[in-house]
């Protein structure tokens, strides 16, 4: 017989005899009969059932959350939540939840985000959870479906690499190969920009590695970024491409997933374009014209500007025009004054969601830069040798994923978006 999911039983199937499995949410017994809630990943769905049903073997009865399948005939049900429901012909028992469960997935009970996490395979069975990563599973699917609709190729490139690719600081070392120091990617930075060469467009949704101290609800030891590199295109170009991503992004996940959205109670608005721009010189002067923040020309903004920042800028908006020191070697500095940089920020209020720009194409000059931030050009040989085949002028940006859905599910610590966080703290399940 065809297994029907929840979300799939319909007044059609009146009459007839259906099988759903799933967990068992909830047992309540009323004399003669029980109600059995039996929930799958779509949903949950009653089913009546004789007492003796609950029974498994030598005297065990079946627990709240044992994995289960039922066979039976759809019918009417007098119940607000469920009109239809399933009158049980026969009930098996997969498997028995041993109680006590290390956390109650009804959400009934709270639990801490550490418990949870301790528990993640059985956390995700609160459909809160799955909504979390049902919309994240639709946004990377939407993600890349607007990227190859502009013209981007997706690749992938090795996460074991020889030499850094954002500077030296927070690498995560590997002792593996013989001789030679090999590290953990940060970025996909050097390879993307390479890939300009030839396959012009060119984007990458995968895992990257920081060994981050700062123990932030946005910063992640292993955290998931989508990245761009575009060949004959500049700042603003690439900054149009997140902006039309974004509300691609945003419109289809508030049409397709709207019942996700409301359980996690996210009501994001679809941002129009272009997103404000100020520039990093425009943010210094407002810090210190509304709040008294003096900001050194080529300091960083701190969290708590960014805060005060994001408190006068409501949604997205870019910050552009960094200090040219304040960013990595290879964002190309702006033609009309070389202290600042044709580079930007993406934020969403107080949070940075992306950052990105033009790039030098210029060897001569990419390897002076290197020199200038006390980077060694013979540790960035194979990179350098690449701009002496004829580069394209190019820019790019990378987008932390798990940010942004922080923003989507309205949920503070980027840990309740990722199945699996890993951190200074965490390095289990
Ligand atoms: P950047 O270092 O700013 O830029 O990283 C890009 C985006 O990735 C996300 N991110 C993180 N998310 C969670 N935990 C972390 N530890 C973490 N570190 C970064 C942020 C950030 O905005 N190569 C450049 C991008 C480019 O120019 O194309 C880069 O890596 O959302």
Same mark, same amino acid.
């Given at each position: 017989?065809?297994?029907?999911?929840?979300?799939?039983?319909?007044?059609?199937?009146?009459?007839?005899?259906?099988?759903?499995?799933?967990?068992?949410?909830?047992?309540?017994?009323?004399?003669?009969?029980?109600?059995?809630?039996?929930?799958?990943?779509?949903?949950?769905?009653?089913?009546?059932?004789?007492?003796?049903?609950?029974?498994?073997?030598?005297?065990?009865?079946?627990?709240?959350?044992?994995?289960?399948?039922?066979?039976?005939?759809?019918?009417?049900?007098?119940?607000?939540?469920?009109?239809?429901?399933?009158?049980?012909?026969?009930?098996?028992?997969?498997?028995?939840?041993?109680?006590?469960?290390?956390?109650?997935?009804?959400?009934?009970?709270?639990?801490?985000?550490?418990?949870?996490?301790?528990?993640?395979?059985?956390?995700?069975?609160?459909?809160?959870?799955?909504?979390?990563?049902?919309?994240?599973?639709?946004?990377?699917? =939407?993600?890349?479906?607007? !990227?190859?609709?502009?013209?981007?190729?997706?690749?992938?490139?090795?996460?074991?690499?020889?030499?850094?690719?954002?500077?030296?600081?927070?690498?995560?070392?590997?002792?593996?190969?013989?001789?030679?120091?090999?590290?953990?990617?940060?970025?996909?930075?050097?390879?993307?920009?390479?890939?300009?060469?030839?396959?012009?467009?060119?984007?990458?949704?995968?895992?990257?590695?920081?060994?981050?101290?700062?123990?932030?609800?946005?910063?992640?030891?292993?955290?998931?970024?989508?990245?761009?590199?575009?060949?004959? =295109?500049?700042?603003?170009?690439?900054?149009?491409?997140?902006?039309?991503?974004?509300?691609?992004?945003?419109?289809?996940?508030?049409?397709?997933?709207?019942?996700?959205?409301?359980?996690?109670?996210?009501?994001?608005?679809?941002?129009?374009?272009?997103?404000?721009?100020?520039?990093?010189?425009?943010?210094?002067?407002?810090?210190?014209?509304?709040?008294?923040?003096?900001?050194?020309?080529?300091?960083?903004?701190?969290?708590?500007? !960014?805060? !005060?920042?994001?408190?006068?800028?409501?949604?997205?908006?870019?910050?552009?025009?960094?200090?040219?020191?304040?960013?990595?070697?290879?964002?190309?500095?702006?033609?009309?004054?070389?202290?600042?940089?044709?580079?930007?920020?993406?934020?969403?209020?107080?949070?940075?969601?992306?950052?990105?720009?033009?790039?030098?194409?210029?060897?001569?000059?990419?390897?002076?830069?290197?020199?200038?931030?006390?980077?060694?050009?013979?540790?960035?040989?194979?990179?350098?040798?690449?701009?002496?085949?004829?580069?394209?002028?190019?820019?790019?940006?990378?987008?932390?994923?798990?940010?942004?859905?922080?923003?989507?599910?309205?949920?503070?610590?980027?840990?309740?978006?990722?199945?699996?966080?890993?951190?200074?703290?965490?390095?289990?399940?």
């Amino acid at each position: 017989m065809e297994r029907v999911y929840a979300n799939q039983l319909e007044e059609s199937m009146l009459g007839r005899d259906v099988e759903v499995a799933g967990w068992v949410e909830d047992i309540r017994e009323l004399g003669a009969i029980v109600f059995i809630i039996v929930r799958d990943v779509s949903g949950g769905i009653q089913v009546v059932a004789e007492p003796s049903m609950l029974t498994v073997n030598e005297g065990t009865k079946v627990t709240r959350q044992s994995s289960v399948r039922v066979r039976g005939r759809v019918q009417r049900s007098r119940s607000v939540h469920y009109p239809l429901e399933i009158r049980a012909e026969a009930l098996t028992v997969y498997s028995i939840a041993k109680h006590p469960l290390p956390i109650d997935p009804t959400g009934r009970v709270s639990a801490s985000l550490d418990a949870r996490l301790d528990a993640r395979a059985l956390d995700l069975r609160n459909p809160s959870v799955a909504a979390i990563f049902k919309l994240r599973h639709h946004a990377l699917q =939407m993600i890349r479906r607007v !990227l190859v609709e502009k013209g981007f190729m997706e690749v992938n490139t090795p996460k074991i690499i020889g030499s850094a690719s954002e500077g030296g600081a927070n690498l995560f070392r590997l002792t593996y190969f013989n001789n030679r120091q090999a590290y953990l990617a940060q970025s996909p930075q050097l390879y993307k920009e390479q890939l300009t060469l030839a396959l012009d467009r060119v984007f990458e949704i995968a895992s990257y590695y920081r060994a981050e101290k700062s123990h932030t609800t946005r910063h992640l030891s292993e955290f998931v970024s989508v990245d761009i590199e575009a060949a004959y =295109m500049d700042a603003d170009g690439v900054m149009r491409v997140a902006e039309e991503l974004m509300v691609s992004l945003l419109r289809e996940l508030k049409e397709r997933c709207s019942r996700e959205l409301s359980l996690l109670g996210s009501s994001i608005d679809v941002p129009s374009p272009p997103f404000p721009r100020i520039t990093y010189m425009e943010a210094v002067e407002m810090l210190r014209k509304d709040h008294g923040i003096s900001i050194e020309f080529g300091d960083d903004l701190s969290d708590h500007a !960014l805060k !005060l920042l994001g408190e006068s800028i409501k949604g997205f908006y870019f910050i552009v025009d960094w200090p040219t020191k304040l960013k990595p070697f290879y964002i190309h500095e702006r033609d009309d004054d070389p202290n600042l940089s044709y580079s930007f920020d993406l934020q969403y209020g107080a949070l940075e969601l992306a950052s990105g720009g033009k790039r030098l194409h210029d060897a001569s000059r990419l390897r002076s830069r290197l020199v200038e931030q006390g980077l060694n050009p013979d540790d960035f040989r194979d990179h350098l040798k690449v701009f002496e085949w004829g580069m394209p002028p190019h820019a790019g940006w990378g987008l932390g994923l798990d940010r942004l859905m922080t923003v989507i599910c309205n949920v503070k610590n980027v840990r309740e978006v990722v199945l699996y966080p890993r951190d200074t703290e965490r390095l289990n399940p």
